[in-house]
Protein backbone atom coordinates (compact mmCIF):
# COMPACT_ATOMS: atom_id res chain seq x y z
CA UNK A 1 0.00 0.00 0.00
CA UNK A 2 1.74 3.22 -1.12
CA UNK A 3 -0.62 5.57 0.87
CA UNK A 4 -1.72 5.66 4.13
CA UNK A 5 -2.99 7.69 6.98
CA UNK A 6 -3.18 5.54 10.12
CA UNK A 7 0.17 6.59 11.77
CA UNK A 8 0.44 7.37 15.78
CA UNK A 9 1.42 10.51 17.35
CA UNK A 10 4.88 11.41 18.11
CA UNK A 11 5.84 12.99 21.58
CA UNK A 12 8.34 15.50 19.96
CA UNK A 13 10.63 15.90 23.72
CA UNK A 14 11.17 11.69 22.69
CA UNK A 15 15.09 11.83 21.32
CA UNK A 16 17.38 9.18 20.58
CA UNK A 17 21.16 10.20 20.51
CA UNK A 18 23.78 9.85 17.10
CA UNK A 19 24.26 6.25 17.91
CA UNK A 20 21.13 4.91 17.75
CA UNK A 21 19.80 7.54 15.10
CA UNK A 22 22.44 5.98 13.15
CA UNK A 23 21.31 2.57 13.49
CA UNK A 24 17.70 2.92 13.02
CA UNK A 25 18.48 4.96 9.92
CA UNK A 26 21.22 2.36 8.62
CA UNK A 27 24.15 5.03 7.89
CA UNK A 28 27.42 5.70 9.59
CA UNK A 29 28.13 8.60 12.45
CA UNK A 30 30.09 10.19 9.79
CA UNK A 31 27.14 10.87 8.03
CA UNK A 32 25.00 11.71 10.88
CA UNK A 33 27.57 14.15 11.62
CA UNK A 34 28.18 15.84 8.42
CA UNK A 35 24.48 16.12 7.49
CA UNK A 36 23.77 17.87 10.86
CA UNK A 37 26.82 20.25 10.22
CA UNK A 38 25.58 20.83 6.83
CA UNK A 39 21.99 21.80 7.37
CA UNK A 40 20.49 19.10 5.51
CA UNK A 41 18.93 16.96 8.50
CA UNK A 42 19.46 18.59 11.71
CA UNK A 43 18.22 17.05 15.42
CA UNK A 44 14.80 18.38 16.07
CA UNK A 45 14.69 17.61 20.02
CA UNK A 46 18.06 19.14 20.83
CA UNK A 47 21.39 20.47 18.91
CA UNK A 48 24.90 19.76 20.04
CA UNK A 49 25.35 23.03 22.57
CA UNK A 50 29.45 22.69 22.72
CA UNK A 51 31.77 19.81 24.17
CA UNK A 52 30.19 16.87 26.22
CA UNK A 53 26.32 17.71 24.59
CA UNK A 54 24.55 15.08 22.87
CA UNK A 55 22.57 15.96 19.94
CA UNK A 56 18.96 14.62 20.01
CA UNK A 57 17.32 13.40 16.92
CA UNK A 58 13.19 12.83 16.94
CA UNK A 59 11.10 10.20 14.99
CA UNK A 60 10.75 11.86 12.08
CA UNK A 61 14.98 13.27 11.86
CA UNK A 62 15.77 9.56 11.75
CA UNK A 63 12.12 9.51 9.11
CA UNK A 64 14.51 11.44 6.82
CA UNK A 65 18.08 10.45 7.47
CA UNK A 66 16.44 6.94 5.97
CA UNK A 67 14.80 8.48 3.24
CA UNK A 68 17.73 10.10 2.70
CA UNK A 69 20.14 6.98 2.50
CA UNK A 70 17.78 5.35 0.14
CA UNK A 71 18.03 7.97 -1.91
CA UNK A 72 22.03 8.12 -1.80
CA UNK A 73 21.68 3.78 -2.07
CA UNK A 74 19.39 4.05 -5.89
CA UNK A 75 21.83 7.24 -7.16
CA UNK A 76 20.05 10.26 -6.69
CA UNK A 77 22.49 13.23 -5.97
CA UNK A 78 23.30 14.97 -2.76
CA UNK A 79 22.23 18.35 -4.23
CA UNK A 80 18.46 16.75 -5.46
CA UNK A 81 18.58 14.82 -2.26
CA UNK A 82 18.34 18.66 -0.49
CA UNK A 83 15.26 19.46 -2.91
CA UNK A 84 13.29 16.57 -1.55
CA UNK A 85 14.19 17.11 1.43
CA UNK A 86 12.90 20.89 1.48
CA UNK A 87 10.18 18.97 0.41
CA UNK A 88 9.44 17.14 3.25
CA UNK A 89 10.35 19.94 6.17
CA UNK A 90 7.84 21.98 4.64
CA UNK A 91 5.13 19.59 5.10
CA UNK A 92 3.79 18.44 8.76
CA UNK A 93 4.35 15.11 9.80
CA UNK A 94 0.78 14.05 9.91
CA UNK A 95 1.55 14.79 6.01
CA UNK A 96 4.40 12.04 5.47
CA UNK A 97 2.90 9.10 5.10
CA UNK A 98 0.76 9.99 2.04
CA UNK A 99 3.88 10.98 0.40
CA UNK A 100 5.67 8.50 -2.42
CA UNK A 101 9.06 10.15 -3.58
CA UNK A 102 9.57 9.12 -7.63
CA UNK A 103 12.55 9.46 -9.11
CA UNK A 104 14.08 8.98 -12.15
CA UNK A 105 17.55 9.44 -10.91
CA UNK A 106 17.89 13.28 -11.63
CA UNK A 107 14.68 14.59 -10.18
CA UNK A 108 13.09 13.68 -7.34
CA UNK A 109 9.36 13.87 -7.83
CA UNK A 110 6.51 14.29 -4.81
CA UNK A 111 3.79 11.99 -5.28
CA UNK A 112 0.41 12.15 -2.64
CA UNK A 113 -2.14 9.81 -4.37
CA UNK A 114 -2.18 6.54 -6.59
CA UNK A 115 -3.02 8.61 -9.59
CA UNK A 116 0.34 10.90 -9.53
CA UNK A 117 2.16 7.59 -9.42
CA UNK A 118 0.41 6.34 -13.12
CA UNK A 119 0.97 9.46 -14.39
CA UNK A 120 4.63 9.93 -13.72
CA UNK A 121 4.90 6.33 -14.53
CA UNK A 122 3.11 6.60 -17.80
CA UNK A 123 4.73 9.91 -18.78
CA UNK A 124 8.29 8.05 -18.68
CA UNK A 125 9.34 9.26 -15.35
CA UNK A 126 10.45 7.78 -12.28
CA UNK A 127 12.74 4.73 -12.14
CA UNK A 128 11.85 3.95 -8.04
CA UNK A 129 9.81 5.04 -5.63
CA UNK A 130 9.93 5.07 -1.76
CA UNK A 131 6.96 4.81 0.24
CA UNK A 132 7.20 7.34 3.13
CA UNK A 133 4.43 5.59 5.00
CA UNK A 134 6.04 1.98 4.75
CA UNK A 135 10.03 3.72 5.78
CA UNK A 136 7.69 5.08 9.30
CA UNK A 137 6.49 1.90 9.80
CA UNK A 138 10.41 0.81 9.40
CA UNK A 139 11.56 3.19 11.58
CA UNK A 140 9.35 2.69 14.16
CA UNK A 141 10.21 -0.88 14.61
CA UNK A 142 13.70 -0.51 15.07
CA UNK A 143 13.27 2.64 17.57
CA UNK A 144 11.29 0.14 19.54
CA UNK A 145 13.88 -2.00 20.40
CA UNK A 146 16.61 0.71 20.88
CA UNK A 147 16.93 3.60 24.00
CA UNK A 148 15.70 6.99 23.98
CA UNK A 149 15.32 9.85 26.23
CA UNK A 150 13.15 12.52 27.56
CA UNK A 151 14.69 16.37 25.93
CA UNK A 152 16.04 18.15 28.91
CA UNK A 153 17.28 22.00 27.60
CA UNK A 154 18.75 22.99 30.60
CA UNK A 155 22.01 20.54 30.77
CA UNK A 156 22.64 16.67 30.05
CA UNK A 157 21.14 14.52 32.13
CA UNK A 158 24.04 12.51 34.53
CA UNK A 159 23.64 8.47 33.79
CA UNK A 160 22.93 6.43 36.68
CA UNK A 161 26.68 4.84 37.89
CA UNK A 162 28.90 7.64 35.11
CA UNK A 163 30.98 10.22 37.90
CA UNK A 164 32.15 11.94 35.00
CA UNK A 165 27.93 13.10 34.50
CA UNK A 166 27.65 13.39 38.40
CA UNK A 167 30.24 15.84 38.68
CA UNK A 168 29.25 18.29 35.51
CA UNK A 169 25.79 17.93 36.62
CA UNK A 170 26.89 18.92 40.31
CA UNK A 171 28.72 21.78 38.85
CA UNK A 172 26.28 23.43 36.59
CA UNK A 173 23.67 23.35 39.50
Not at 19 to 34: E, F, S, V, W
Not at 49 to 60: E, K, M, V
Not at 83 to 110: F, K, N, P
Amino acid sequence: MLFSDDLPELDDEVGYRGPTACKAAGITYRQLDYWARTGLVEPSVRSAGGSGTQRLYGFRDILVLKVVKRLLDTGVSLQQIRGAIEVLRRRGVDDLAGITLMSDGASVYECTSSDEVIDLLQGGQGVFGIAVGKVWREVEGELSELPSERAEHDAPPARAGDELSARRAARLA
